[in-house]
């Protein structure tokens, strides 16, 4: 029958006792310092701007075809005006509803 086979630091952690288990115990952190306070007034993380967070408007899901978007945003970025996809697609469907009512 064959023996079990000895880990390579075996040997070293034999010879050092007790001084090597204090190496094999994690050293639990004790915090040092305190968080500061946030300024009154004033919320953490980003500031809430954008569409995301305006209630005039609703995230809608839309499928449009790989080409055209590439078109547009390429249109959009070379007249470099700020104008986004979704400000294209909410003028297309202004014009539609005008249209169609």
């Known amino acids: 029958m064959t023996t079990p086979r000895k880990s ?3 040997d070293l952690l034999e010879r050092e006792g007790d ?3 204090e190496y094999l115990q994690p050293e639990v952190a004790q915090p040092t310092t305190t968080p500061l306070p946030s300024p009154e007034g004033r919320k953490l993380g ?6 995301r967070s305006n209630p005039e408007y609703k995230q ?4 449009i075809r790989k080409d055209l978007r590439r078109q547009i945003e390429r249109i959009l970025f070379e007249r470099d005006t700020g104008e986004e996809l979704s400000d294209v697609i909410e003028d297309a ?4 509803l005008k249209k169609n009512s």
């Not at 980003?46 to 569409?51: F, L």
């Open 19 to 21: 001084q090597a288990e």
């Open 93 to 96: 469907l202004t014009d539609w």
């Open 46 to 51: 980003r500031p809430s701007v954008g569409k």
């Open 8 to 10: 390579r630091f075996a």
């Open 60 to 63: 809608a899901t839309v499928f």
